[in-house]
């Protein structure tokens, strides 16, 4: 678990304090991503990518429930956070692109407004609703830019490692 | 909903920027209906935005507080991984099994996470290192380190077998076998293990499915091999 912490805790702290902005809370988001990897042990595919997939699939998750319990929102039914399923997690784990720099790079190249909607929904967890309302954007806007800006990074993610 | 309206939502879904009731309604949608074939692709680059966060350094402590954390767990009860002899670990390998309680006398599961890391880090060295690919009936690699005199078999795809059976690891030196230990499969049919043999004078690495638990020969034709 020490080497598994050791290759991945850069990643999982960094995209934690990403989202949550503090360093406490975002230590608390990656010590629960790691624990729930040692529950799941038996279930988590080894191949490298899915590892890595999988913490940092659990690290948004759980900053996504801190980020809605600090507005005041109950969390979706799906995944109420004081239930730890874990079994939902590896199953529900989506493979990723697993070259930063291109993820970087793709992200970097979008037209600011759309990376900034991007942003929002991803790193915030904020709905195309709550992004409409920040913005001032028609809910319309926020959709087809969502939309536009995620499939240029998919896009410009074709063919990279998974 | 109709195929349009999940097309235009299509980006807030994968992003999980809908609010539950459109979630569950794009969702339901995706259930019965082939005509969205970009949908896994769009969420496999929202999820990819994990890694365009700036790396950072946790705290030291950090690290601490998940180890009296994972101390205070019950056991993981499973036991897939099969190291015929830990003592022939390189001091590469040592290293990523250093803390007493981790490492030597890790149980279990986390074992396989630790192994997939190795053979992980071994991969990215590339030095000195031997990389075979699997032939026969699973895809996958084994890392061979000349120097620690020590192989990583990273194999998927296996079949599992029914309880009365095992995987057996076997040296192969001509027709002769020379047996290295068990493999044991997840139920993903993953398997991963650190099998410390010395490959000259050995042509390949073979995996027969033999009676449990286990044969001083194998009886069977490989399910797959490896060739040094």
């Known amino acids: 678990m020490e080497a598994l912490y050791d290759g991945l805790s850069r990643q999982a702290f960094g995209l934690a304090y990403r989202m949550l902005g503090d360093t406490q809370s975002a230590e608390d988001v990656v010590q629960e991503a790691f624990l729930s990897i040692w529950r799941a042990a038996e279930r988590v595919d080894t191949k490298r990518g899915r590892l890595q997939s999988y913490v940092l699939t659990v690290v948004h998750r759980r900053a996504i429930d801190v980020l809605r319990t600090r507005k005041g929102l109950a969390p979706p039914a799906d995944n109420p956070p004081d239930i730890k ?5 590896v199953a529900s784990t989506v493979e990723m692109v697993l070259d930063a720099q291109a993820v970087r790079t793709a992200l970097g190249e979008l037209p600011a407004e759309q990376k900034a909607v991007v942003e929002m929904a991803y790193y915030q967890g904020l709905t195309h609703v709550e992004i409409a309302e920040k913005t001032n954007l028609p809910l319309g806007t926020v959709k087809s830019r969502l939309r536009l800006a995620l499939d240029k990074i998919r896009v410009a993610l074709a063919g990279h490692e998974r | 909903m109709n195929c ?3 097309e235009e939502l299509a980006g807030a879904y994968a992003l ?16 019965s ?6 949908m896994a692709e769009l969420q496999a680059a929202a999820a990819s935005l994990a890694l365009a966060a700036p790396e950072i350094d946790p705290a030291p402590a950090l690290r601490s507080r998940l180890m009296e954390a994972i101390r205070a767990e019950p056991t993981p009860s499973r036991v897939p991984l099969s190291a015929p002899s830990r003592r022939s670990f390189g001091e590469t390998i040592r290293g990523w099994f250093s803390n007493p309680w981790l490492g030597y006398g890790l149980a279990g ?3 396989v996470l630790i192994v997939g890391l190795v053979a992980w880090n071994v991969s990215l060295r590339g030095d000195a ?12 690699r084994v890392f061979y380190i000349p120097g620690e005199k020590l192989a990583v078999m990273d194999a998927h795809d296996l079949t599992p077998l029914p309880a009365d059976k095992v995987y057996e690891i076997w040296a192969m030196t001509g027709d002769a076998a020379t047996p290295l230990g068990l493999l044991d499969v997840t139920p993903y049919g993953d398997a991963t ?5 010395d490959a000259s004078g050995v042509d390949q690495l073979a995996v027969t499915a033999e009676a449990a638990p ?6 069977s034709a490989p399910v797959f091999t490896a060739r040094f």
Do not use: F, M, Y
């Not at chain 2, 009731?21 to 995706?30: C, F, G, T, Y």
């Not at chain 2, 290192?129 to 996958?140: F, L, R, Y």
């Open chain 2, 129 to 140: 290192t031997t990389i075979t690919t699997i032939n026969g009936n699973a895809s996958g």
């Open chain 1, 85 to 89: 399923d874990e079994r939902a997690d």
């Open chain 2, 4 to 6: 349009e309206e999940v």
């Open chain 2, 33 to 38: 209906c082939n005509k969205h074939p970009e």
């Open chain 2, 109 to 111: 599961a986390l074992s």
């Open chain 2, 16 to 31: 999980g920027a809908l609010p539950g009731d459109e979630r569950a309604a794009v969702a339901a949608h995706l259930e």
């Open chain 2, 193 to 197: 293990v650190l099998v410390p043999v």
């Open chain 2, 214 to 219: 286990g044969v001083s020969q194998p009886t």
